[in-house]
């Protein structure tokens, strides 16, 4: 069993897990598992021990852009700047969490959000079309900072939609000492705005696997966020180690229905090497191994691959065919329907990018292509690209000026 924290904090916790450190700190854990309930359902830290740790960083930055299921809305949460260390060290002016809330329309015509969420504070993969891998890896984050984009977002929503959020700059929790702004009441019954969580934002999420899976237990704890496994997805560049890591995982109790999405991004090892380095370490042979291992082993069978269809990189009839072949194992089958859904993603140009976006005629065929070859695929609608909002496009302009050091991939952090 995990030592326990000394400070526990509801955020990035399950309810149990929280108890239980609360129980060795002489609470009784009934008390701490009404206290955490009361925290994440009515927004209420009042019963929570006085040395539980609840810190939310303050939203410092808010940016708009409406499409036609709403408006995307990227928002920026400022850690404190840390006073020693290599971080400090490296004059950072301040650290910032970017994560998305993209608005959609469901099949039922409901409306909805997900929320993307970063894992760390840039990224040490390099892929050549991200603005993120242009920072290097700052830091990973910590569970409960991955929690508290999902706190920050719920707020915001709420704000929008009348109810008792408050301004964008404070994060209100009643009975908690925050920094910023006036906390709100709370609310007997808040409504709980974000249906899907994808970690899409900042970061691999395999080179934080640790925190990572700490968070999504907490987002799915159902006293806590209550958001269900089956609408959290973890997305990776094919991290291999993390996906044979994943594959014991989807087999636990409560984790079946976690989603999985692969970013492939290029029809074979050469392209794939060239935009895409991690691919140097585990080709795209061993990471289809581990993909098909892990589809043997999950309830809904069911796994998505996302490609950045990139103009003069990987967009042509021929890389179409190279990738209908790479992904034959996971296309439709007489027994067990579709397995893969292929996501074509227009390339949202970085800062600086080499690369234009892609025409509407170049992703019409390439999608046409793909699916004459029987794969499951559709087209990602692109929003927030006028914010630098959209996939592939977070990142801080400064921290890159720096020309930050990036870090091993070994998925330690500072
Ligand atoms: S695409 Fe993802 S893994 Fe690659 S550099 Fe960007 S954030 Fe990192």
Same mark, same amino acid.
């Given at each position: 069993?995990?030592?326990?924290?000394?400070?526990?904090?509801?955020?990035?916790?399950?309810?149990?897990?929280?108890?239980?450190?609360?129980?060795?700190?002489?609470?009784?854990?009934?008390? #701490?598992?009404?206290?955490?309930?009361?925290?994440?359902?009515?927004?209420?830290?009042? =019963?929570?021990?006085?040395?539980?740790?609840?810190?939310?960083?303050?939203?410092?930055?808010?940016?708009?852009?409406?499409?036609?299921?709403?408006?995307?809305? &990227?928002?920026?949460?400022?850690?404190?700047?840390?006073?020693?260390?290599? =971080?400090?060290?490296?004059?950072?002016?301040?650290?910032?969490?970017?994560? !998305?809330?993209?608005?959609?329309?469901?099949?039922?015509?409901?409306?909805?959000?997900?929320?993307?969420?970063?894992?760390?504070?840039?990224?040490?993969?390099?892929?050549?079309?991200?603005?993120?891998?242009?920072?290097?890896?700052? *830091?990973?984050?910590? #569970?409960?900072?991955?929690?508290?984009?999902?706190?920050?977002?719920?707020?915001?929503? /709420?704000?929008?939609?009348?109810?008792?959020?408050?301004?964008?700059?404070?994060?209100?929790? +009643?009975?908690?000492?925050?920094?910023?702004?006036?906390?709100?009441?709370?609310?007997? @019954?808040?409504?709980?705005?974000?249906?899907?969580?994808?970690?899409?934002?900042?970061?691999?999420?395999?080179?934080?696997?640790?925190?990572? /899976?700490?968070?999504?237990?907490? /987002?799915?704890?159902?006293?806590?966020?209550?958001?269900?496994?089956?609408?959290?997805?973890?997305?990776? %560049?094919?991290?291999?180690?993390?996906?044979?890591? /994943? %594959?014991?995982? !989807?087999?636990?109790?409560?984790? &079946? $229905?976690?989603?999985?999405?692969?970013?492939?991004?290029?029809?074979?090892?050469?392209?794939r090497n060239e935009?895409?380095? =991690?691919?140097?370490?585990?080709?795209?042979?061993?990471?289809?191994?581990?993909?098909?291992?892990?589809?043997?082993?999950?309830?809904?069978? &069911?796994?998505?691959?996302?490609?950045?269809?990139?103009?003069?990189? @990987?967009?042509s009839d021929e890389?179409?065919?190279?990738?209908?072949?790479?992904?034959?194992?996971?296309?439709?089958?007489?027994?067990?329907?579709?397995?893969?859904?292929?996501?074509?993603?227009?390339y949202n140009p970085? $800062?600086?990018?080499?690369?234009?976006?892609?025409?509407?005629?170049?992703?019409?065929?390439?999608?046409?292509?793909?699916? #004459?070859?029987?794969?499951? %695929?559709?087209?990602? $609608?692109?929003?927030?690209?006028?914010?630098? #909002? +959209?996939?592939?496009?977070?990142?801080?302009?400064?921290?890159? *000026? $720096?020309?930050?050091?990036?870090?091993?991939?070994?998925?330690?952090?500072?």
């Amino acid at each position: 069993m995990d030592t326990p924290p000394e400070n526990p904090t509801p955020l990035g916790m399950t309810r149990d897990g929280f108890a239980n450190a609360c129980a060795q700190r002489g609470l009784s854990a009934q008390n #701490a598992r009404l206290a955490y309930a009361r925290f994440f359902r009515q927004r209420d830290a009042s =019963l929570l021990p006085a040395f539980a740790r609840v810190e939310i960083a303050p939203v410092v930055k808010q940016l708009d852009e409406p499409c036609d299921e709403g408006i995307t809305t &990227k928002f920026v949460q400022r850690l404190d700047r840390p006073e020693t260390g290599r =971080l400090a060290e490296q004059g950072l002016p301040h650290l910032d969490i970017e994560s !998305v809330i993209i608005p959609m329309i469901g099949r039922t015509g409901r409306k909805g959000h997900t929320l993307c969420v970063s894992s760390q504070i840039g990224c040490a993969m390099g892929c050549g079309f991200c603005e993120t891998a242009q920072m290097g890896l700052v *830091r990973s984050l910590s #569970a409960a900072e991955i929690v508290g984009q999902w706190w920050a977002a719920r707020e915001l929503l /709420l704000c929008e939609s009348g109810g008792t959020g408050v301004s964008p700059v404070c994060i209100p929790v +009643a009975g908690a000492q925050m920094t910023g702004g006036t906390p709100a009441p709370p609310d007997q @019954n808040p409504p709980a705005p974000i249906d899907n969580i994808v970690f899409m934002g900042m970061g691999e999420p395999l080179d934080n696997l640790d925190e990572v /899976l700490k968070a999504i237990a907490c /987002l799915a704890d159902h006293s806590g966020p209550c958001v269900p496994m089956s609408s959290i997805t973890v997305s990776t %560049v094919g991290r291999v180690d993390g996906l044979r890591r /994943l %594959v014991e995982v !989807v087999q636990r109790e409560g984790w &079946k $229905r976690l989603g999985i999405a692969i970013s492939v991004n290029a029809p074979n090892d050469e392209v794939r090497n060239e935009i895409m380095p =991690l691919n140097k370490k585990w080709g795209m042979e061993e990471l289809r191994e581990v993909i098909e291992d892990l589809v043997r082993v999950r309830a809904s069978r &069911k796994v998505l691959f996302e490609y950045v269809l990139i103009p003069g990189v @990987n967009d042509s009839d021929e890389h179409a065919r190279e990738l209908g072949a790479w992904l034959r194992p996971f296309i439709r089958t007489e027994t067990q329907g579709h397995i893969g859904l292929l996501n074509v993603i227009p390339y949202n140009p970085r $800062r600086d990018s080499p690369w234009p976006a892609p025409s509407e005629g170049d992703v019409s065929r390439f999608i046409g292509a793909m699916s #004459a070859q029987g794969v499951y %695929v559709k087209r990602r $609608r692109t929003k927030g690209r006028t914010q630098m #909002a +959209a996939c592939g496009q977070l990142g801080t302009a400064e921290i890159r *000026r $720096r020309n930050f050091t990036p870090m091993t991939t070994n998925g330690s952090s500072s």
